[in-house]
């Protein structure tokens, strides 16, 4: 079974007011004998954050004071997170030790990336292909695309090939993709990031099917993530200057 990270709260750390009930604990106390959650409790939270997801586990988090929920949505599970006072959910757990510092490197084989589904921003004589996993509904890609509008307009020799990949918690992202992908709309995807209406697909859902499903293969959960021609992979997004630094380095 694959895991993934369901991100709430897109990629940031929340530092939230946590109830002072959580933690005044007497010596030798448990959170749990004070706070239970049952799947009864959550369900229409859960149903609201991540539609037609199915709670298969609820446990305290390594976190005093916050729940972590097991949520599974068709073949992906993911974790949830939510404090003690059913008011807040957080996003990822990051530990300390890690924070600073850069995520283990990861290449894929680009061989197996097909583009025939792909949108392509920039010119199709650019010596530079990097092909980019987005979601139309995602906060942090809709900061990327115009970074990217500006890189190809500045720098003939670049590329992105843009591929949807709409996640489970943005519910409306799968007809957008379906509609931009149904006549391969760069205007169609522009208008998504702007928040322009998109209008209903004009065809079958079979390219976003083999776009999600291409992700998957790729273990590509989270948006946006960026695929250099050699294969290097790049999760999330950077300022123009630092992303033609990624872009250009050998």
Known sequence: ????????????????????????????????????????????IIEKAVPGGKIVDIKASPIKGVWEIDVQRGEQRGAVLL???????IGQMIPVDQLGKQPPARNV???????????????????????????????????????????????KDIAFFVILNPLPMHKDAYKKAQAILCLKSLTMLDDAFTGKPVPEPSCSADAVERTT???????????????????????????????????DKK
């Open 1 to 44: 079974m694959k895991r993934f990270s369901l991100l709430i709260i897109g990629c940031l750390i929340v530092l939230l007011p946590f109830s002072s009930y959580a933690f005044k604990l007497e010596q030798g106390q448990d959170c749990m004998d004070c706070h239970k959650l049952t799947t009864k409790d959550v369900e229409a």
């Open 83 to 89: 404090d003690f006072s059913k008011k807040f959910l």
């Open 109 to 155: 084989d680009v061989s197996k990336i097909p583009l025939t589904d792909a949108v392509r921003l920039g010119s199709a004589k650019a010596k530079k292909k990097v092909i980019v996993f987005t979601d139309p509904d995602c906060p942090y890609c809709r900061q990327l695309h115009p970074i990217m509008k500006q890189i190809v307009k500045k720098r």
């Open 213 to 247: 499903a291409l992700a998957k293969s790729l273990e590509f959960n989270g948006t946006p993530t960026l695929v250099r021609e050699d294969g290097t992979v790049l999760s999330g997004y950077l300022p123009e200057e630092k992303l033609l630094e990624w872009i």
